[in-house]
């Protein structure tokens, strides 16, 4: 397959191929004289249209027919949106695109180009014509890997941004320009006369002195100074291009316009569908690989403790042999054997020790407490405060003898000693209580250290 890329170019009345050598100049040239239609909607010679592009590539004699096809703006829907961050996905921009749209986007293919940080150049195409002529130069062996338009692919070859280019063919002016005015970004006029239309675009400021000027349809005059007068009073003389050199340079800038690519969505060719195919049975490949070493991996591990298993078994047989000196083994020698260490175990062992009430926690005490309190007394426990040597209960109850019973309990049954509780009378009812009870052997201590 060869490195050089081919670029065809439709204009009115001619299809241009270029094929570029590996430095992306300009190498050989063929023509085929064709007159396309005013719109893609209405190209009713389809099958003509595609002979002619491939009677154009093969003249060339190029041993690789992949191709850029650059199709003029008048063939496509163009708008700059404004206020679109760049990085948006191609969804919300289609959406915001639609609104200005002729047709459905059913019916379109839609790509879209970054001016700036806010700017986004959509371009759309009509979908089922185009596929038609895809499919056509398929079949005579023609792949076209990348679709753009002349006039914006231009534009966007330039390294100092988006300086603008005018192209003029015999009835077809394609304007694309950065400016400020979004309805003047994009511009295609057909059967306009030229002179009316320059002087149009001149009042509004266009072509300015950044402006590309090609003309399509007109050869290499041998004196500059022959060229008529629309074309001197348009632009400056340096910056005009004429015939084939207009041409040339509209191969160059589609080859590198990539970023403004209609070879999208229904519009892949058979390559690019046969690729996405084989990436689709290579994950499928390998996803059954993963699934087959993922269940002969349980298999393996299947019989790993199957064996473990077994070889458990046969120690629990030999052991209960050499304990029980028989060969009649029960049906569940494991249990017998768990049964007989539990009861040997209980024959050696030392009992535990019985609890010491003096060493128990201190919450213990507390739930025999509250265990023991008579039925009729009624407490709202506020705060408890529990430790080795003093409890501190706050509370209410509905009397003072309430709370007089619950310090009684308390000495009876925790073992602590407690002084007669503080009460206080509540306004809305009830009694709030404070007990303060130390240990029977704290407080002997205390008592016998005072002088």
């Not at 010679?45 to 190029?62: K, M, R, S």
């Not at 940080?117 to 371009?123: D, E, F, I, K, Q």
């Not at 038609?132 to 692919?153: F, K």
């Not at 988006?162 to 309805?183: C, I, M, Q, S, Y």
Request: with cysteine.
């Amino acid at each position: 397959m060869s490195k050089h890329k081919t670029v065809c170019i439709l204009t009115e009345q001619i299809i241009h191929a270029v094929a570029l050598d590996p430095r992306g100049q300009p190498r050989l040239r063929a023509t085929v004289d064709f007159t396309i239609p005013a719109t893609l909607c209405h190209c009713d010679d389809v099958q003509g249209l595609a002979e002619a592009i491939t009677q154009a590539i093969q003249a060339l004699g190029a041993d690789s027919h992949a191709i850029t096809l650059v199709l003029p703006l008048h063939w496509c829907f163009c708008h700059v949106l404004e206020g679109q961050r760049r990085g948006t996905s191609p969804q919300t921009l289609a959406y915001a695109f639609e609104e200005v749209l002729p047709l459905p986007l059913e019916e379109l293919t839609c790509a879209f180009a970054a001016l700036g940080p806010h700017r986004v150049l959509a371009v759309a195409v009509p979908t089922t014509p185009l596929k038609n002529l895809l499919q056509l130069l398929e079949e005579n062996g023609i792949d076209v890997d990348h679709i753009t338009i002349d006039a914006p692919a231009v534009a966007l070859s330039q390294r100092n941004g988006f300086p603008g280019v005018l192209l003029l063919d015999v009835k077809w002016a394609r304007l694309a320009a950065n400016l400020h005015t979004p309805e003047l970004a994009v511009v295609s006029a057909f059967g306009r006369d030229e002179r009316n239309l320059l002087e149009e675009l001149r009042q509004r400021g266009l072509p300015d002195s950044s402006t590309q000027y090609l003309r399509l349809d007109l050869g290499e005059p041998s004196d500059p100074r022959a060229r008529d007068d629309v074309a001197s009073d348009a632009v400056d003389e340096p910056r005009t291009r004429y015939g084939q050199e207009a041409i040339d340079l509209i191969a160059v800038a589609a080859a590198k316009a990539s970023s403004l690519d209609l070879r999208t969505g229904a519009l892949l060719g058979r390559k690019d569908r046969d690729q996405v195919t084989r990436l689709t049975h290579h994950v499928l490949i390998v996803g059954i690989l993963l699934l087959i070493t993922w269940c002969t991996q349980l298999v393996w591990n299947q019989q790993t403790h199957r064996q473990h298993l077994e070889a458990v078994r046969a120690e629990q047989l030999r052991v209960y042999r050499d304990v029980f000196q028989t060969t009649r083994l029960p049906p569940a020698a494991a249990l017998r054997l768990a049964s007989e260490r539990l009861r040997l175990e209980g024959l050696t062992q030392a009992k535990a020790p019985l609890p010491n009430t003096k060493t128990s926690s201190p919450l213990d005490g507390f739930r025999d407490f509250v265990a023991a309190l008579p039925d009729d007394v009624r407490v709202m426990l506020l705060d408890a405060r529990l430790d080795e040597t003093q409890w501190t209960l706050r509370g209410q109850t509905v009397e003072h003898r309430d709370a007089e019973r619950i310090v009684e309990t308390l000495t009876a049954h925790a073992g602590l000693s407690a002084k007669p509780p503080r009460t206080t009378r509540l306004p809305s009812g009830g009694v709030e209580f404070t007990v303060v009870a130390t240990g029977a052997d704290q407080l002997r201590e205390r008592t016998t250290h005072e002088p």
